[in-house]
């Protein structure tokens, strides 16, 4: 690491979240981490912000928090500044542009930062089009440039930004080469001269290249080489020579960059049309699957099905960004409009949640044996960030659900099939749901050994639920008819295990194992009610009325066990009257329209939580005084009382807007003092879940699904008695060693 870097990483660690102030207006709020470029796994780039750090104060980083280098300057009448990352070149004269204003939006970032008597807006843009697989898989972001004069003069402006060799890499000892393409498109192209697919270094992928790109267009030039040569050149000309460095290097030796220059000419108080850029990260193919008889198989992503080159793929991005930015924008407006139906404040927690939900799933395609697409085999992959690296981990799925039922349930639904495909197979030994696809993305190959964390109830539960709550929101009925056997055979474990489960984790396993869970029980419950209602759109009335007899049977026992002695609240674990927790899991009944409690419980949790509230939210549960952001929200969908709902909203929004944190957006946080809990999830999926509400809102749920009542139970589904089973199961062990989640 060179010596200004050095210091600038110390600053940031170290000095800018105790001195940094925000000083520029934020729009919603100026939060924990700005997201700059979001788009996959390994297209995460943030700006951290703490107290408030300016665009051009620190570096961008990767979620890990590890630098990738992202430069910005602009000339202007003469005059260098800096308008992005906190480069330093020896010997030249550069001022610190001042960051006037912060916006952010569902799929936007936008600063202007005020150089002189011109005003720059960047406008950082990672699209959202879930309903588009081949735009939403593309692993590509924008950023635009405008100028626009603030004195009524007129001014000449050229502008520059770079990228460094570290967007490739979580090694910066490691060597790389690199090429330019020229033409209507400029390229930069950054690669490991070394390769290893599906291999990570801290975090980063060490296969494929770092993609740098503009439109050719008049007055652009370009450079690669040491970063404070390619720096000085522009800062002292406002333009670039169009060579290229072709002394291939490790990442940190004279720390290669990739740069343009762009002459705007001379500026007005007309805003200038944008000057737009393109940065990605492209590996083919992208995840290695397992497959019947222990086969692997390579899936590459999906916007290959419509580009035949790399080239094609960013040419037409670039070509695409005034259609872009207006989808964009037609998309927050109406995410906005849905999520100000419940508040202002649920409306920007969204905001800062959208980019953050998408950005750990890939949409994949497989190939035939011709070499050509096969466009009828879509799966979805979802990297389980920062907290284990898990390939499609069902219990990480279940807490995101929303943002997919919200934006394309069909997402969800290729989430779902690789789990499902894969336990189909007989490859998986245990009678219930397997926990992920993989110890690490991206590689889903299973766990044929079925030691796998061991969370039976929870990811069984997950399952059924998610594949009825797909199936209603599309009238869809082709993947319970496919996997009904499968389901049915979680549904049993369920039917077994549920009532009082048995010593176990659940999703929140960093709280540790515990018997006699009630949240647990709760989704146990509710998706035996949901394989009723899914052996009943299949036409399996038996099977339905069976299994709704038996979750309401469940349901009426579970109320004698879960609340207190003194009936004020539920239980975190039965028979413990002084324990209580969120019970998100009502969320799920609610969801599904399945009404199996009754509305006695949810007004009775509403009441207990209105007197829970610590500065920063209810906590999880009595066992500690944190909280988790994606459950406050779900408990928000379960509340009797507008007044309660939106006390978790406003906690949550507190939380991310409090200036005390410089990750994006981590779920799990001390509900006293608003600090993240460290060394624990950042950047992860389940923010999806902050769109529980709207996810509610736009339900399109059928007429509750009724069943004639049977007054028996199958002899194997006869209710056991529930003191005994309490008795039973906490002699029962199926705890998993428990890890961060």
């Known amino acids: 690491m060179h010596f ?42 943030w700006l951290a912000q703490g107290a408030g750090t300016a665009l051009n104060a620190d570096w961008p980083t990767f979620w890990t928090g590890s630098i990738v280098g992202w430069a910005g300057y602009a000339k202007v009448d003469g005059v260098a500044y800096n308008w992005m990352g906190n480069p330093a070149v ?10 006037k204003s912060l916006q952010f939006t569902s799929t936007q970032s936008v600063f202007v930062m005020t150089a002189g008597p011109v005003d720059l807006t960047i406008t950082f843009l990672s699209p959202v089009e879930p309903t588009d697989l081949v735009n939403q898989s593309l692993p590509l972001s924008y950023y635009a440039i405008s100028a626009a004069s603030t004195d009524g003069k007129s001014h000449s402006v050229q502008v520059y930004a770079d990228i460094s060799a570290e967007w490739v890499s979580g090694d910066n000892n490691l060597v790389v080469n690199w090429a330019t393409t020229t033409g209507d498109v400029l390229t930069h192209e950054v ?27 008049t007055g652009t030039t370009y450079q690669t080489g040491q970063d404070i040569l390619v720096r000085a050149q522009f800062i002292a000309n406002g333009t670039l020579p169009n060579t290229q460095d072709t002394a291939f290097r490790a990442v940190s030796n004279n720390w290669p960059v990739f740069a343009f220059a762009h002459d705007l000419g001379t500026v007005s108080a007309a805003a200038t049309d944008p000057v737009v850029y393109a940065v990605g990260h492209i590996r083919d193919p992208v995840v290695q699957y397992v497959i019947v008889n222990n086969a692997i198989q390579n899936r590459n992503s999906y916007f290959w099905t419509r580009f035949a080159s790399i080239g094609d793929a960013i040419s037409t991005f670039l070509k695409d960004y005034p259609n872009a930015l207006a989808r964009a924008k037609a998309f927050d407006a109406q995410v906005e409009a849905d999520a100000k139906k419940i508040s202002d404040d649920y409306a920007a927690v969204v905001a800062l949640s959208i980019r953050q939900g998408f950005g750990a799933t890939e949409i994949t395609v497989s190939k035939n044996g011709d070499g050509s697409f096969d466009t009828s085999n879509v799966l979805a992959f979802m990297k389980e960030i920062s907290s284990s690296g898990d ?43 397997v926990h992920d696809m993989g110890v690490h993305y991206p590689n889903a190959t299973g766990h044929n050994d079925g030691k796998d964390e061991a969370m039976p109830v929870e990811e069984s539960g997950n399952m059924v639920i998610m594949a009825l709550s797909y199936t209603q929101r599309t009238n869809d009925t082709s993947l319970i008819k496919t996997y009904f056997e499968l389901l049915d055979q979680w549904t049993q474990f369920l039917i077994s295990d549920s ?79 002084g324990s209580w927790g969120l019970a998100y899991n009502l969320y799920a009944d609610k969801l599904l329209g399945l009404n199996v409690f009754p509305s006695s419980i949810y007004a009775l949790q509403t009441s207990w939580y209105s007197s829970k509230n610590n500065p920063f939210g209810v906590p999880l549960d009595t066992r500690h005084t944190y909280t988790k952001s994606d459950w406050q929200i779900w408990t928000a969908g379960i509340a009797t009382s507008n007044s309660v709902r939106d006390q978790f909203v406003g906690a949550v929004k507190s939380y991310a807007a409090d200036n005390k944190n410089r990750v994006p957006f981590g779920d799990l946080y001390e509900t006293k003092d608003g600090t993240w809990v460290a060394n624990t999830g950042r950047a992860r999926p389940v923010v999806g879940g902050h769109l529980a509400l709207v996810s509610l809102d736009r339900a399109n749920v059928p007429k509750r699904l009724t069943v004639a009542s049977y007054s028996w139970h199958c002899r194997a ?7 005994l089973l309490v008795r039973r199961r906490a002699r029962a062990d199926l705890r998993g060693a428990p890890r961060r989640r």
């Open 90 to 99: 020896p010997n030249v004269t550069v001022t610190k542009a001042t960051q």
């Open 4 to 45: 200004s870097t050095f210091l600038t990483l110390l600053f940031s660690l170290f000095v800018s979240p105790i001195l940094g102030a925000v000083t520029w207006s934020a729009t919603p709020f100026n939060p924990a981490s700005v997201p700059l470029a979001v788009r996959s796994p390994y297209l995460s780039a």
């Open 717 to 723: 589904h006869r209710p056991v008695s529930p003191a």
């Open 191 to 217: 690669k490991l001269a070394n390769q290893t697919a599906f291999t990570e270094i801290n975090d980063r992928i060490q296969q494929g290249a770092a993609y740098h790109s503009t439109l050719g267009t």
């Open 391 to 433: 390939v499609n981990t069902v219990d990480v799925i279940f807490p995101a659900w929303p943002l997919f039922l919200y934006t394309n349930p069909e997402i969800g639904k290729q989430l779902l099939l690789p789990l499902l495909e894969y336990q189909t197979s007989g490859q998986y030994p245990n009678k219930y749901s």
């Open 499 to 577: 009532l009082v489960p048995a010593n176990q984790l659940s999703t929140d396993d960093f709280a540790g194992s515990l018997a006699n869970q009630t949240n647990l029980a709760i989704k146990g419950i509710v998706g035996i009610k949901a394989m009723s209602q899914i052996a009943l759109l299949l036409g399996d009335d038996a099977r339905a009325s069976n299994y709704s007899s038996i979750a309401d049977s469940y349901a009426k026992q579970w109320q004698s066990l879960a609340v207190s002695q003194d009936g004020s609240h539920l239980t975190l674990a039965y028979g413990d009257s």
